[in-house]
């Protein structure tokens, strides 16, 4: 996105430092990434960035208001709601497209806000490690608000461990070692010491959870979780003594209620020129006419699982409840970047920190996801190059 920067990437680029690159990813992660990573991180300009940075604090004052939070009550699905929630989400992830408005500007537009844990020690690691293989402007770095590799690590700690001792803390998935992220897993257990850990390993006696470790049971006071609620509650094989609804003395990290309030639920009550028209399917009184030009979304799904790309009539009408679905206007994505096999779409994520006593979420840290077709995500983009997942760097 920045033309010269682009320009001396691209020239600079092969295919050998490419696989020398997934070597090293691999030979550190201890084991093969499955995801696929791409071949270029994005270099994103000052007058796009200060779009992205105003079109989050635009929403994020919508979804951290007194009065949303009233009003989100309705997206927890009462059997899962969880108990002493937090007053506020210590993490929240906001999604934008990067695409062109009418008069041919750069401009971001949400496709989605969460507040679930992302990539956050696997994002660092990649930034240095494309600085490792490829050039990376000295004048650019993938952190924000002034943190440098020190103080984001010291942040990291500050939130997940929260002041416990490491080996008190977990993070908390399904078969983990099964997940495609994986490598953030190990990651955050090599930068902070603290284990990850399915869900059925979770002891519970009373309202003391515990976890075994080198032949120790050791007590859990804190949960990293990175459990999806919809995945766990289609996984009836699994046996457990924990099933995150109950009342039990832990803090989290961001507690799960706000996976449910921060979610495909709040665009309907943004109100921005970075958010796409977006009403509850319930409340759409008359189908448009041009439904081409919108996606159907299920509020409760995660990595775009259940989206309707090309709406017709009939997906409307046979949906039997509605109120759990959006009906969004879609962003067109603009190919920003410049690979040698032909232009780019790209996806921006920004990752917010928001810890005890700080007015606001601070943003610390970015993710990209690169596309050739239709849409963002491994099945649209199968076979094709440079393309997968990334990091952006911005001015300092």
């Known amino acids: 996105m920045v033309p010269a920067y682009r320009e001396k990437y691209n020239q600079q680029f092969t295919d050998e430092k490419y696989k020398q690159f997934l070597a090293d990813l691999d030979k550190e992660a201890g084991y093969h990434i499955e995801f696929r990573i791409a071949e270029t991180p994005i270099f994103v300009p000052r007058s796009f960035e200060d779009k992205l940075i105003a079109g989050g604090k635009e929403i994020l004052n919508t979804v951290t208001s007194t009065d949303y ?3 989100s009550d309705g997206a927890i699905p009462p059997q899962l709601k969880v108990p002493n929630e937090d007053a506020r989400p210590q993490t929240i992830a906001i999604d934008f497209a990067i695409c062109k408005n009418e008069e041919g500007e750069l401009i971001p ?13 696997y994002q660092h690691w990649l930034a240095i490690k494309f600085r490792q293989h490829f050039w990376v402007p000295e004048n650019m770095s993938h952190l924000f608000s002034g943190f440098n590799d020190a103080t984001y690590i010291e942040r990291l700690r500050q939130w997940i461990l929260a002041g416990e001792k490491p080996e008190n ?7 983990p070692e099964k997940q495609k992220t994986r490598v953030d897993f190990e990651l955050t257990k090599k930068i902070l010491g603290i284990e990850y850990i399915c869900i059925s390993k979770v002891i519970r006696e009373g309202r003391q959870l515990y976890y075994e470790k080198e032949g120790r049971k050791l007590p859990i006071k804190r949960i990293y979780n990175r459990v999806i609620f919809d995945e766990f509650v289609k996984r009836k094989d699994l046996q457990c003594q924990f099933n995150l609804v109950e009342d039990v003395d832990i803090s989290w990290t961001v507690h799960p209620n706000w996976f449910f309030r921060i979610s495909k639920y709040a665009m309907p009550f943004i109100n921005s020129r970075y958010v796409p028209k977006t009403q509850f399917l319930h409340q759409v009184t008359t189908i448009p006419d041009d439904l081409e030009n919108y996606v159907l979304k299920p509020l409760f799904s995660f990595s775009g699982h259940g989206v309707i790309f090309d709406v017709k009539k009939e997906d409307i009408t046979s949906i039997t409840d509605p109120q759990n679905y959006i009906l969004q206007r879609k962003v067109q994505y603009a190919p920003v970047v410049q690979s040698p096999t032909g232009p780019v779409k790209a996806e921006i994520r920004l990752l917010y920190i928001w810890l005890p006593g700080e007015a606001a979420p601070v943003l610390t840290i970015n993710l990209v996801r690169l596309s ?3 849409m963002i995500g491994v099945d649209y983009n199968k076979d094709l190059d440079w393309v997968g997942g990334s990091v952006g760097f911005y001015a300092l």
């Not at 537009?109 to 020690?121: D, K, M, N, R, V």
């Open 109 to 121: 537009q949400l496709i989605e806000a969460q507040a679930f844990p992302s990539l956050f020690g």
């Open 169 to 175: 803390v977990v993070l908390l998935e399904i078969e």
């Open 372 to 374: 050739k077709g239709k």
């Open 69 to 71: 939070h009233k009003i």
